[in-house]
Nanobody, 124 residues
Framework: QVQLVESGGGLVQAGGSLRLSCTAS??????MGWFRQGLGKDRDFVAA????????VYADSVKDRFTISRDNAKNTIYLQMNSLKPEDTAIYYC???????????????????WGQGTQVTVSS
C-alpha cells in the first residue's frame, strides 16, 4: 500500500519559518513535489525535486523563500519555508510521480499519489 504522510504544518506569524516533511512508504518515487490549496482556490504547484536532488523547480511565488530537499535513505522530502506571508496560508500536499523524467513536472496531473495534506496558517 502506497502512503505519503505529511507533517510539520501549523500556525506561524508573517516572516516566520516552518519545515514540512513528507515520508513515502510502499513505493520509491522518481520525483516528489509539494502543492498547496488555499480556501476556495485551485491546487497550485509549489516545488518539486528529482530523485537525485538535482533540478529542483519552484513556483515563482515561493522562489528564494522556500527550499525543497530529499533524503532518499528515508524516502522523505522536506520543504523549508522562510519569510512566510499570509498568502502562503493553505493546505500543503505532498505528491509522488513514479515516471522517469529529466525535469520534475509542475502539473498536478503528473503525480499519481498524494498525501492527506497539512495545514499551514500564516497570520499577519
Amino acid at each position: 500500500q502506497v502512503q505519503l504522510v505529511e507533517s510539520g504544518g501549523g500556525l506561524v506569524q508573517a516572516g516566520g519559518s516552518l519545515r514540512l516533511s513528507c515520508t513515502a512508504s510502499g513505493r520509491t518515487f522518481s520525483t516528489m513535489g509539494w502543492f498547496r490549496q488555499g480556501l476556495g482556490k485551485d491546487r497550485d504547484f509549489v516545488a518539486a525535486i528529482a530523485w537525485n536532488g538535482h533540478h529542483p523547480v519552484y513556483a515563482d511565488s515561493v522562489k528564494d523563500r522556500f527550499t525543497i530537499s530529499r533524503d532518499n535513505a528515508k524516502n522523505t522530502i522536506y520543504l523549508q519555508m522562510n519569510s512566510l506571508k499570509p498568502e502562503d496560508t493553505a493546505i500543503y500536499y505532498c505528491a509522488g510521480d513514479s515516471r522517469t523524467v529529466l525535469v520534475p513536472s509542475l502539473a498536478a496531473t503528473a503525480y499519481g499519489d498524494w498525501g492527506q495534506g497539512t495545514q499551514v496558517t500564516v497570520s499577519s
